[in-house]
C-alpha cells in the first residue's frame, strides 16, 4: 500500500512511519521539519510542509491507498490558533478530491462530535468546562462531517515502553471506571493504527484502545 502519514515526527507518528516501512509500505510523510524524522528508507518520501498549505496537502494526498494521522490540537481554553483544525479540513479535501477514502486519526482525549443538536450543544458544554479549547471541537466535526472511511482512535495515557501485541479496542462510550487500564505503547498504538489501514471493521467509528 501508499500510506501518507501526518504526524510523522511525533512519538506515536514515528512508529507508524518505522512499523509501515517494516511491513513493505510505500510511506509517504508529511513534516514540518523533516530534520526530526531520523528514519531513512528507499520506500520512504519526506515532503516539508505546513498544515495550513492546501496545495502542498493535496500532492502528498494524491496516489495514497489510505491516510494516517498522529496530529495534537492546541487544547488551550479560547486559543484562536488553530492550524490542526485547517489542516484536518484540508486533508479531508485533498481526500475528496483524489478519492482516498481510508482516514485513520489519533489524539489523545476524544474528539466526537455526537449527531444530535442536543448531544451537540452538551458536548460543546463538556469541551467549555475541561478546559479544552476550540480546536479539539473543530478537528472532530472535520472528520465527523465527511463521508470518508474514517475511524478515529482515542488514547488517554500512550508510554514509550515496548508494544505488548496485546490491544483491548472499546468503543466510545466506555466508562470513566476504566480509565486506569486506558494505558497504551505507542507501538502497540502505531501496530493498530496501521492494521486499520485497510480493514474497515471499524469504519466511521470512535474507538477507545488500551492495553
Known amino acids: 500500500m501508499e500510506l501518507t502519514i501526518f504526524g510523522a515526527t511525533g512519538r506515536t507518528g514515528m512508529r507508524v512511519v518505522e512499523q509501515a516501512l517494516v511491513a513493505g509500505h510505500d510511506v509517504v510523510a508529511f513534516v514540518r521539519n523533516p530534520a526530526k524524522l531520523t528514519v531513512r528508507h528507499s520506500r520512504l518520501r519526506v515532503v516539508q510542509g505546513d498544515l495550513t498549505d492546501a496545495v502542498a496537502i493535496e500532492d502528498v494526498v494524491r496516489g495514497a491507498d489510505a491516510v494516517l494521522a498522529t496530529l495534537t490540537p492546541n487544547l488551550a481554553r479560547g486559543s484562536k490558533d488553530m492550524p490542526v483544525a485547517t489542516g484536518t479540513r484540508h486533508i479531508v479535501a485533498a481526500m475528496r478530491t483524489h478519492g482516498v477514502r481510508r482516514l485513520v486519526f489519533s489524539w489523545g482525549p476524544s474528539i466526537l462530535i455526537p449527531r444530535g443538536p442536543l448531544t451537540r450543544a452538551l458536548s460543546r458544554a463538556s469541551y467549555a468546562l475541561l478546559g479544552l479549547g476550540p480546536e479539539s471541537r473543530e ?6 462531517g465527511s463521508d470518508l ?8 495515557m500512550p508510554h514509550d515502553k515496548p508494544g505488548t501485541g496485546r490491544i483491548k479496542v472499546r ?11 486506558w494505558r497504551i505503547s505507542r507501538a502497540d498504538l502505531a501496530t493498530f493504527m496501521l492494521a486499520q489501514a485497510d480493514d474497515l471493521r471499524y469504519a466511521r467509528q470512535e474507538l477507545r484502545i488500551s492495553n
Do not use: F, M, P
Request: net charge neutral; charged share 25%.
Open 139 to 144: 478537528v472532530g466535526e472535520a472528520i465527523r
Open 149 to 156: 472511511d474514517w475511524t478515529t482512535v482515542v488514547v488517554t
Open 171 to 181: 468503543g466510545a462510550t466506555a466508562g470513566a471506571g476504566d480509565r486506569v487500564r
